[in-house]
Every structure is written in structure tokens, then in C-alpha cells.
């Protein structure tokens, strides 16, 4: 079955810290691969994508994820956190013969320490 | 254009009672998504349209929602007889599902409070 997994419900950074949220899929299908964040009350914003090509992404917020095929995995990284990047981190995936349908991970909770 | 809009960005009724929402996407997206979300989790896919056409619907969705997108453009959600776990975001995205672009745009959510 499809299914994406984010191992991390929380996870707590210093700020000026690197970061690394993990996300892994399991999917048939070459995978389209998308990480969203969600600030509190708020809806989800697409923070970057991966289609096809290079595999290191790179997307706003100063933001990357790498696509590992060998390993099923799309982990957003970001070498130095601000305050204002704690929220909630969601990876979905989705596949042209799904009809583009997304699965999504259930999120990791970030927290920033002063 | 100001991307997805969503209304009421905030909801509280009466148990029983019926709620509808309205979900305007991004104007040339011809494709629209629902979605339920709990505190803590990710969204739960409810129903998409392609067009004005209901292509799914998630297998757990009660028989007391439904969804509408008449002439492809709005879309309404509507829970009849609501209950207390009823009590979610509800989340609309919309896309333009083409070869290579299936980025999805959320609006700001509805949230639901049934008390």
C-alpha cells in the first residue's frame, strides 16, 4: 500500500541550528514529492517541490530536500532555523498513474529554541 | 489573483444542525480537492472534483457530507446533522493538473466547532 512516513512528530532546534525533517514513502509509481508548512490556524504552503531532474530541490525560506531513490526518502533541510520557521511540516506524495492524488505524511512539529 | 478562498474562515453550531462551506480556487485550476484535518495530524482526503465532475470520494466519508461544484468553478461542502467529531479544519486546495505540474494551492481553511 502507499504510504508516507514522517518518523518525527516533534523536533526541537536551537536557533541558528541546522535542521533535517525526515519523510519516506513507499510508493509503486515514480513519485511527484512535495513538503508543505503549516503555521497555527493557518492552511498549507508549498514549500518545494520535486518532479523530476536534479534531485536537490530548492524551495522558499531558504529550504532544500534532497530526492533519494536508493533509500524512498525526501528529507528537508535547512541550514540555519529562524524563530519564525517553527510551524508544522507536512510531506505528501503523488503519482501521474494515482491521478496525481496526494498522500501525506502525518506532519512533524517543529520547535525552536532561543 | 488572491489564490484559494475559503468561507467561513470560522464556524461554530449547534449539534444537529447543518453547516456549508464555500471554497473559491484559483481561477484557472480545473481541479479541486476537500480535505479534513485533526489537531496533530496530516489532512485526511474527503473528495476532489475534476472540472465539475466528482471524480472520488474517501470510502470513510459519511453519507452526510457532500460536496458540489457546479459549472467547475466554487465548490460548497455541506455536513448535514453535524456531530461533535465533525470538529476539524476543513482544508480546499486546487490545482491545475497537467503533464509535469501537480502542485496543489490551499486556502486558509474552515474551522468547525460543534458544540
Known amino acids: 500500500a502507499q504510504s508516507v512516513t514522517q518518523p518525527d512528530i516533534h523536533i526541537t532546534v536551537s536557533e541558528g541550528a541546522s535542521l533535517e525533517l525526515r519523510c519516506n514513502y513507499s510508493y509503486g509509481a515514480t513519485p511527484y514529492l512535495f513538503w508543505y508548512v503549516q503555521s497555527p490556524g493557518q492552511g498549507l504552503q508549498l514549500l518545494l517541490k520535486?518532479?523530476?531532474?536534479d534531485t536537490l530541490v530548492q524551495g522558499i525560506k531558504g529550504f532544500e530536500a534532497e530526492f533519494k531513490r536508493s533509500q524512498s526518502s525526501f528529507n528537508l533541510r535547512k541550514p540555519s532555523v529562524h524563530w519564525s520557521d517553527a510551524a508544522e511540516y507536512f510531506c505528501a506524495v503523488g503519482a501521474k498513474d494515482s491521478n496525481y492524488q496526494l498522500i501525506w505524511g502525518a506532519g512533524t512539529k517543529l520547535i525552536i529554541k532561543p | 489573483d488572491t489564490g484559494v478562498s475559503q468561507n467561513p474562515r470560522h464556524k461554530i453550531t449547534k449539534r444537529g444542525q447543518n453547516v456549508t462551506f464555500r471554497c473559491d480556487p484559483i481561477s484557472e485550476h480545473n481541479r479541486l480537492y476537500w480535505y479534513r484535518q485533526t489537531l496533530g495530524q496530516g489532512p485526511e482526503f474527503l473528495t476532489y472534483?475534476?472540472?465539475?465532475?466528482?471524480?472520488?470520494k474517501s470510502r470513510l466519508l459519511s453519507d452526510r457530507f457532500s460536496a458540489e461544484r457546479p459549472k467547475g468553478s466554487f465548490s460548497t461542502l455541506e455536513i448535514q446533522r453535524t456531530e461533535q467529531g465533525d470538529s476539524a479544519m476543513y482544508l480546499c486546495?486546487?490545482?491545475?493538473?497537467?503533464?509535469?505540474?501537480?502542485?496543489?494551492?490551499f486556502g486558509q481553511g474552515t474551522r468547525l466547532t460543534v458544540v
Open positions: 520535486y518532479f523530476s531532474g
Open positions: 472534483f475534476q472540472n465539475e465532475a466528482q471524480l472520488e
Open positions: 486546495a486546487s490545482s491545475l493538473v497537467r503533464q509535469e505540474n501537480t502542485e496543489a494551492f
